[in-house]
């Protein structure tokens, strides 16, 4: 029967991170590559504890400690509305401080926390998350430490309220894309797969959903930009011997036409026991064909390898090239 062991690295530091140990897996890469349905399909493995929501931990934590600090009054000023409903006008006039941060960081919770929204609340409740995020800016380490060590906590509880002993914690905040180095440094026992589609494709992907979230609107100039951006930076982590081992790049291309295979890698690289049988079952009962709430407009579309030769425009594609065709030649995709 193939299968492979867990691999958890053991600390040998204090007893909080060897209490963090657990085996944790990151889905991350362009936002329409298909990062929801690989999830969806690790996530059916018995021995996985899949959290509820995209995080975006990382943006919403750890994030405004190296980018709110460095704005100059011109940029507050251009984010005025969002500086002013998050942080008050303090910062707005003389700029972000810790405590600033902080404050927006829980302001920031209690602005997500709705149904079907992304975000913190999905790891902790408000009381929880306020405990957690007060305790971590006690501590001594600089201020970004102290942001991986409310992202750590939260993980922590989430894994102690939802999962047992030895399952791996599954995570899906596609942009994480940017971050991989700060996952892998932090959490020693993680694993990363990162999804790769057809640039053309997420453009596709991207403009369908436009028709019902305005923030899939950004048109395929910007689509194509956002994959050329996420397509550089996740070479540059696999270009790490550091990390390289640590990231297992997913075609999503290969994903549809050879699902079995696939499948079994995945497991394989994450430490996931596995047998035929059940690799049939988890691909039959995530099969994108008959997942609700697909197609045009919805979250999940059709799937479609080499959509973008029927629906985008010559114009478009050539917009595609332009912007882009080297990283597409060099994933084969010209």
Not at 35 to 50: A, F, K, R
Not at 87 to 92: A, H
Not at 249 to 264: A, H, M, S
Not at 299 to 315: C, M, P, T
Request: aromatic share 8%; glycine share 6%; proline share 5%.
């Amino acid at each position: 029967m193939p299968h492979t062991e867990h691999a958890v690295k053991k600390h040998s530091g204090n007893s909080a991170k060897a209490r963090s140990a657990y085996p944790k897996l990151f889905v991350v890469g362009c936002p329409r590559s298909g990062t929801s349905w690989v999830t969806s399909l690790v996530g059916g493995h018995p021995d996985v504890v899949s959290i509820p929501t995209e995080t975006h931990a990382y943006r919403l934590i750890y994030q405004p400690f190296t980018h709110l600090p460095k704005q100059t009054f011109s940029q507050r000023l251009k984010a005025w509305k969002g500086i002013l409903r998050r942080y008050g006008p303090r910062p707005l006039l003389l700029g972000f401080d810790a405590s600033d941060i902080w404050r927006g960081i829980l302001r920031d919770y209690d602005i997500l926390n709705q149904p079907n929204s992304h975000g913190l609340h999905g790891l902790a409740n408000r009381e929880t998350f306020k405990a957690l995020l007060q305790a971590a800016q006690t501590r001594s380490d600089s201020v970004l430490d102290q942001a991986e060590t409310l992202i750590a906590h939260l993980l922590d509880h989430f894994y102690k309220q939802q999962g047992y002993p030895d399952m791996t914690l599954l995570e899906k905040t596609p942009l994480h894309l940017r971050y991989v180095e700060q996952l892998l440094t932090r959490f020693p026992e993680a694993r990363v797969l990162e999804v790769i589609r057809d640039g053309r494709d997420v453009c596709v992907s991207y403009n369908a959903l436009a028709k019902t979230q305005t923030w899939a609107r950004i048109g395929t100039a910007g689509a194509i930009r956002q994959w050329r951006r996420c397509i550089e930076w996740g070479e540059a982590h696999r270009s790490q011997p550091s990390l390289a081992d640590r990231i297992l790049p997913v075609r999503y291309e290969q994903l549809k036409t050879q699902p079995t295979e696939q499948l079994e890698k995945i497991f394989d690289f994450t430490g996931l026991r596995w047998h035929p049988q059940q690799i049939q079952h988890i691909l039959q009962a995530h099969d994108i064909e008959r997942i609700r709430h697909r197609g045009e407009g919805q979250y999940i579309r059709q799937g479609r390898v080499g959509d973008w030769q029927n629906v985008l425009s010559a114009a478009e594609q050539q917009l595609c090239e332009t912007i882009a065709g080297q990283q597409l030649a060099r994933l084969g995709y010209v």
